[in-house]
Structures are given as C-alpha cells and as structure tokens.
C-alpha cells in the first residue's frame, strides 16, 4: 500500500524557519519526481517546490529564495526547507509524488494527508 506521511508543520513566528519531511512507502522511491503543494483555506491548492529523480528542483515564484527542497532516496523522504517564512505561507501543506509513463508502466500520482504550518506573531 502507498503511504505519503508528512511532518514537521507547526507555529512559527515570521521571518522563522520550518523543515517539513515526506517520508514515502510502496513506491520505487528513486524513480518518482516528489513535491510539496499548499492549500490556504479559501485557497485552491498550489505548487510549491518539486525534485526529479535526477535532482532538478522547481519552484514557485512566491517561495525562490527562501524554500530548498531536498531527497534522500536512502531514506524515501523529500523534505521543504522553509526559511524566512511569511504570514501569507501559511496553509495545509501536502506531499506529493509523481511518476510518468516514460519512467513507469503508466503515470501514477499519490498524496500525502498534509500538515499545518501556521506562521503568525
């Protein structure tokens, strides 16, 4: 069974810092592009940061600069590094991990449940 478990959110005061962890299972793991996406309420969800199997990272304009994405494939986790966080980064944040057919049999895409990361005075 594929199982995407996030951790890490929290309060965090602005200009804080914050590392969210994804650790992933029943997945070939190394194959997989992984990424982050948030939801604020009212919101609909969005593309954060993500990294290819081959280590190419991708980010939203509204983080570049202040979140890192990361894998460690020995481990089957991706992680956000979040550093000078904002009010307006506050939200739901959801692990993703994606594979396409070039890679795979067929494109698949899993979800994690998703943390909280609130980041307020």
């Known amino acids: 069974q594929v199982q995407l478990v996030e951790s890490g959110g929290g309060l965090v005061q602005p200009g804080g810092s914050l590392r969210l962890s994804c650790a992933a299972s029943g997945i070939m793991f190394s194959i997989y592009t992984m990424g982050w996406y948030r939801q604020a309420p009212g919101k609909e969800r969005e593309l954060v940061a993500t990294?290819?199997?081959?280590?190419?990272?991708n980010y939203a304009d509204s983080v570049k600069g202040r979140f890192t994405v990361s894998r460690d494939n020995a481990k089957n986790t991706v992680y956000l590094q979040m550093d000078s966080l904002k009010p307006e980064d506050t939200a739901v944040y959801f692990c993703n991990a994606h594979v396409s057919a070039t890679l795979s049999r067929v494109t698949r895409n899993y979800w994690g449940q998703g943390t909280q990361v609130t980041v307020s005075s």
């Open positions: 990294i290819t199997s081959g280590d190419s990272t």
